[in-house]
């Protein structure tokens, strides 16, 4: 079974700029997380899609961040515009059932650098 | 909000040395997941403790949470070099957002 894939696995981008994470659960993975882990930070959640729906956004930081699931398949967070804040490593996670007794499975992450 | 502490941030060992990370909670826990990051790498899921009082065994691992579901531990015994990486303990609260909130994380560094 793949696990969960995220792309890019680095980004480089000047502050101002648009950057677009990917990430593809695992198939069949209903709910799908992102975190991030700002430097120095605790990993900390964004939001919770269950298929294509926004389940939970309490943790999105501001109106710069947009995360979409269209098709209840693969999630794109874009940030728009960056700034040097956002620098850190976006995780996401997925499970089949909400709250799993089996945790969740993280993929690699993409390391964001700000400049 | 709801806040995890967890320590020590670093831990340097001697391999065959025991090791234990702890985790403190500002408010009770409905349960309490362990994960490990080896170095550049992404959080793997270890176990996930739900009852108070509970102690589970992986091997080497044993996981204790407490009476009143606030705090956590992680003891390591007899240390070897495949352990190396950064423990991570989350929980949720009974209410509240859905994702976990996780403690900073215990980097183990073991000496051969």
């Known amino acids: ?115 | 909000g709801q806040q995890v502490m967890q320590i020590p941030q670093y831990q340097h060992v001697q391999e065959g040395e025991d090791f234990t990370t702890y985790c403190n909670s500002s408010t009770t826990l409905s349960n309490i997941q362990w994960y490990k990051q080896r170095p550049g790498g992404h959080p793997v899921f270890l176990i996930q403790l739900v009852k108070s009082g509970e102690v589970k065994k992986q091997k080497r691992l044993t996981f204790q949470f407490g009476e009143a579901k606030k705090n956590s531990s992680l003891h390591i015994t007899a240390t070897q070099t495949t352990d190396v990486g950064t423990y991570f303990c989350a929980g949720y609260s009974g209410g509240g957002a859905d994702g976990l909130t996780f403690g900073k994380g215990t980097h183990l560094i073991i000496q051969p």
């Open chain 1, 1 to 115: 079974e793949a696990g969960v894939t995220q792309f890019p696995s680095h980004s480089v981008i000047e502050k101002g700029q648009t950057v677009t994470l990917r990430c593809d659960p695992i198939s069949g993975h209903d709910n799908l997380y992102w975190y991030r882990r700002v430097m120095g930070k605790e990993i900390k959640f964004l939001l919770h899609f269950v298929k294509e729906s926004k389940q939970d956004e309490s943790g999105m930081p501001n109106n710069r961040f947009l995360a979409e699931r269209t098709g209840g398949t693969y999630s794109t967070l874009k940030v728009q515009p960056a700034e040097l804040e956002d620098s850190g490593v976006y995780f996401c996670a997925s499970s089949q059932v909400h709250r799993s007794n089996y945790g969740y499975t993280f993929g690699s992450g993409t390391r964001l650098t700000v400049v």
